[in-house]
């Protein structure tokens, strides 16, 4: 436990300490999942809160496990990418994501099926009254989330190899993410009452995949920067506007430097020897941030630091 990011390490003991709580007070006729699952928005049993409370319930012993144990495996890389406030922002986002989808799949069900015109549903052989029928419709579980995680792995490191049971051969990560896609969308299509929230699971990675694609574009607008980017780019800007004020200045003349106008004719000027030596001092660059945020996590890079990792995960 000494080794997982504090973020993570929470996110593990929260989830596993409500899912015994449940159970130990289940016998006491104390319902938690109902008291904190996400319920359908037009039964009288839902409340706002239940978008966030919803995540840190589970439905059984192997829906807890294999959540924790994803968490565990994708957020520890995760959080040490990003550092623990970005980590968590995404966590929450695209948890609350998940159950805002799958509200809507709920709504979409409820309107085909036309359940707006009834007053008592058959169940059982028996009349249940709607707004009881409705208090059913309840989601619980941090899969949504977890998704998201799993998509941010896959984007990150899409070439990194994985085993997955009982597949003998490793699978890059991004064929992972592309083949979890394509299984969820199957199961929502094709069996969408196997009492799995397919929809949450889609519904988290597309809210991880907004995230990620607009902090890749706005690297300075993370969560980590609290509204400071501008003012970071205009500091940076005008430091170089002094530092080429001062080389100006200095030396008794003006220094005139060559660049390329273009990026063909800076390629056609560059040598292949040239080229490998700048590629590998990119990647040794990236190396050492990398090694810095294993040591020290994300919010020790600087604003520098920082962009040079989003450049690079855009390649």
């Not at 003012?231 to 390329?260: A, C, I, V």
């Not at 390629?267 to 050492?288: F, M, P």
Request: hydrophobic share 45%.
């Amino acid at each position: 436990m000494r080794n997982i990011p504090i973020v993570t390490k929470y996110l593990l003991i929260i989830n596993i300490v409500m899912f015994l709580i449940t159970e130990l007070v289940a016998p006491m006729g104390i319902d938690l999942t109902s008291i904190l699952g996400l319920h359908f928005f037009k039964a009288s049993d839902f409340h706002v809160y239940q978008l966030i409370t919803y995540m840190f319930m589970h439905g059984g012993w192997m829906h807890i496990i294999m959540n924790m144990f994803m968490l565990w495996m994708f957020g520890m890389v995760i959080e040490n990418v990003w550092g623990p406030k970005k980590f968590l922002f995404y966590y929450i986002v695209c948890g609350i994501g998940a159950g805002l989808c799958q509200e809507v799949a709920q709504y979409a069900s409820y309107v085909i099926q036309g359940l707006d015109a009834y007053q008592f549903v058959n169940a059982g052989g028996s009349q249940m009254p709607m707004d009881a029928y409705l208090n059913l419709m309840t989601t619980v579980g941090a899969s949504g989330a977890i998704y998201a995680v799993l998509l941010a792995f896959g984007m990150l490191f899409p070439d990194e190899r994985m085993f997955i049971i009982p597949i003998p051969i490793p699978i890059k990560a991004k064929w992972i993410v592309v083949g979890s896609v394509a299984l969820e969308l199957f199961y929502a299509l094709g069996q969408p009452g196997d009492g799995v929230a397919h929809v949450a699971h889609l519904g988290g990675m597309l809210f991880g995949f907004i995230l990620i694609k607009y902090w890749q574009k706005h690297p300075y607008s993370g969560p980590d920067d609290f509204g400071m980017g501008r003012g970071s780019q205009f500091f940076d800007r005008m430091k170089n506007l002094w530092e080429r004020h001062s080389s100006h200045s200095s030396g008794g003349g003006t220094k005139f430097h060559y660049r390329p106008n273009t990026a063909s004719e800076q390629t056609r000027r560059e040598s292949d020897w040239d080229y490998n030596a700048r590629k590998k001092a990119e990647q040794d660059e990236v190396d050492r941030i990398l090694d810095k945020i294993r040591r020290s996590g994300y919010d020790s890079l600087t604003d520098e630091e920082k962009r040079k990792l989003f450049e690079k995960s855009k390649k």
